[in-house]
């Protein structure tokens, strides 16, 4: 596999600067048929990357490397040679038991305190299970139940951003959130409800597929709470102080719609047309207020089904979304919810996108540098894009991959002065059985590149 990178960054953003990058290390360890890593995830202090791979529901730790860029062999490019790109081994292995279905780092997790070393997993028909990020044993175990007094496996878990609960969500029997204290293991949860039946009309709809907060070194506070379903698609904004111990149980959220069906929906809708004192719609004096083919066109692009959510890390409420068979990355403006009374009158609206090629069922990550002004894209087309993200350019693109690029993740490394950025690579692949018959055992056969793997780059 050859790794190209295509720099286009604009003369007038000469602010926003993309390092050639450098393939310096790839997973070699990820062997069996279709036993891609889904998605990554570096550690809060940057140390190391969290995965899964796709057939053996294994999740994985890898070291990031410790061996300065500028050790390494390069050529009159600056690029890293072949020879002294690092086979990356797995340094921890921790049985998911059945499908992992998301895992999530305790979010003040510091290496040089093994107390604070451990992630969340759920896997299918399994608890919610803390395990030691050293020892890959089992630390705890949180058990969600439901109505009929049995034990549901989430389809999403998160920590709250200080690390004292543990959010459970995404089951099929109701629409329901189950909030844990991480210090306090077993079955026993605050149960948050999004409407009052499964079946009512009220209140978010759709199995939840993705949890996150607003950054609390951002936001004025870090109460709040999105939520994405998968079809109907639809992003919901909640206030996380009513999921405390005090709340009383089977509490239903009145969250603010971003994106989604419902009779909220439609009575916001409306807000984006004002009409002046003259009965004319006067859309140029409202500066804030989109056009309906707008609003439909961010509303189709949330439509199959929310896969990731992420609060910018430099702007205050502003919250970054991706979906099923969405060819953007769509941004929204929720500055209303803010508390701000010069914001009050702004609607919760889409603002901006950022191309990509997702036309896939696939879970596809999105990611930020530590300064919240490069946004780095997977895509089903075998690249990675970065984009500008105040001014909406493409800035970069990382071509050649040997398949899908369904995850990433960006850090900082202190320790090589540099920023690093960890690629997933791998999909499902479905064979034509009548291929399969005319081409006898050559079809057959893959490579373990072309079975993808964990890559990481030097920014």
């Given at each position: ?74 050529n009159t490019n600056g690029k890293i040679l072949k020879e002294a790109i690092i086979d990356w081994k797995t340094s921890l ?58 034990m549901e496996s989430p389809t999403v878990a998160t920590f709250s951003p200080d690390g004292q609960r543990i959010l459970a ?291």
């Amino acid at each position: 596999m050859t790794d190209e990178w295509h720099n286009s960054t604009p003369k007038n953003e000469g602010k926003v600067s993309i390092m050639s990058p450098s393939l310096i290390a790839r997973s070699v360890d990820t062997n069996g048929e279709e036993n891609f890593p889904k998605g990554a995830a570096f550690s809060p202090d940057g140390l190391c990357v969290l995965t899964n791979t796709a057939s053996d529901h294994q999740l994985r730790l890898y070291n990031t490397p410790t061996k300065q860029p500028e050790d390494c062999a390069e050529n009159t490019n600056g690029k890293i040679l072949k020879e002294a790109i690092i086979d990356w081994k797995t340094s921890l292995v921790a049985n998911g038991c059945d499908s992992v279905r998301s895992y999530s780092w305790y979010p003040h997790m510091n290496s040089a305190e093994p107390s604070s070393c451990c992630f969340l997993s759920s896997s299918r028909d399994q608890p919610i299970h803390l395990v030691d990020a050293y020892t890959a044993k089992i630390r705890a175990s949180y058990c969600p139940y439901n109505a009929l007094d049995e034990m549901e496996s989430p389809t999403v878990a998160t920590f709250s951003p200080d690390g004292q609960r543990i959010l459970a969500a995404g089951f099929r029997t109701d629409r329901t959130i189950h909030v844990f204290q991480t210090a306090t293991p077993g079955r026993d949860s605050t149960v948050l409800r999004l409407g009052k039946t499964r079946r009512s009309s009220d209140g978010q709809k759709g199995l939840i597929s993705a949890l996150t907060f607003s950054s609390p070194q951002i936001c004025c506070f870090n109460n709040l709470l999105a939520v994405g379903t998968y079809a109907p698609g639809s992003i919901y904004l909640y206030d996380d102080r009513m999921s405390s111990s005090q709340t009383p149980a089977s509490t239903i959220l009145n969250g603010v719609c971003v994106v989604g069906h419902g009779r909220s929906h439609s009575r916001k809708k409306r807000r984006f047309v004002a009409i002046s004192n003259d009965g004319n719609n006067d859309e140029e004096e409202t500066g804030n207020l989109f056009s309906k083919a707008k609003i439909q066109w961010f509303q189709s692009r949330a439509r199959g089904g929310v896969t990731h959510l992420k609060f910018s890390p430099s702007e205050a409420y502003v919250l970054y979304s991706s979906s099923r068979r969405s060819d953007a990355v769509l941004g929204w403006d929720v500055r209303m919810v803010s508390g701000n009374d010069d914001y009050a009158s702004c609607p919760v609206r889409g603002f901006t996108s950022f191309a990509t090629d997702n036309n896939t069922n696939q879970r596809i990550e999105f990611d930020f540098d530590e300064t919240g002004r490069r946004l780095f894209v997977g895509g089903q087309d075998k690249c990675v894009r970065v984009y500008n993200v105040q001014g909406g350019e493409l800035i970069g693109r990382l071509d050649s991959l040997a398949d899908v690029a369904n995850g990433v993740s960006y850090t900082f490394s202190a320790q090589l002065n540099c920023g690093l950025l960890a690629v997933a690579v791998g999909g499902r692949r479905f064979v034509n059985n009548d291929e399969n018959d005319e081409g006898g055992e050559s079809s057959s056969t893959t490579t373990a590149q072309d079975q993808g793997g964990l890559e990481l780059y030097r920014i």
